[in-house]
């Protein structure tokens, strides 16, 4: 019985590495945040190394990505980080969103939250790994790119616009 078993599960494991998910290459930068920001060599460098590859239209795949059921996985964590910012349509977003966006790289960054540590970890990408000038770096960035957008633009282009809510009916 064990030995079906395993056989089975061979079986399986073999199957599944030919249903393979779309990979994150099209590299579109249209409305790429160097579209409308200036992103300085060393902040981009780091974008590049530590950010980009789940916050951005382009992954650097390692070799691990082709065997199943890691890719799925990994799909499902480059969707989800495009999903909460996306570097390579970020100047497609309302000013408010923008502005949000960099509050929350400061924030993250500053809280050691990204890059997560599931990237990190066992050594896979040891050159994400920020130290503390770097993440210095990258928040002193975002705060001059929110410093232009407070110059460039109205206050109210730069908050979320109020939704009327109803009173509660009685």
């Known amino acids: 019985m064990i030995k079906k078993t395993i056989i089975g599960l061979g ?11 779309d990979k994150n290459e099209s590299n579109d930068r249209t409305y790429d945040i160097s579209t409308k920001y200036e992103v300085p060599n060393d902040v981009n460098h780091l974008m ?5 590859d789940c916050h951005s239209n382009k992954t650097e795949y390692p070799w691990y990505a082709n065997v199943q059921p890691v890719a799925w996985w990994l799909d499902h964590h480059i969707d989800d980080g495009k999903k909460h910012l996306n570097f390579s349509e970020f100047t497609k977003t309302p000013l408010f969103v923008q502005n949000h966006k960099f509050e929350e790289i400061i924030e993250m960054v500053e809280e050691k939250e990204m890059p997560l540590p599931s990237y990190t970890n066992l050594g896979l990408h040891e050159e994400a790994n920020l130290s503390d000038a770097q993440r210095e770096t990258i928040m002193e960035w ?3 790119q929110m410093n232009y957008l407070k110059e460039t633009y109205p206050a109210d282009s730069l908050k979320f616009p109020k939704r009327d809510i109803p009173p509660p009916s009685k």
């Open 48 to 52: 590049q190394v530590s950010c980009n």
């Open 11 to 21: 079986i399986i494991l073999i199957i599944i590495q030919f249903i393979r998910p």
């Open 142 to 144: 975002a705060k001059v």
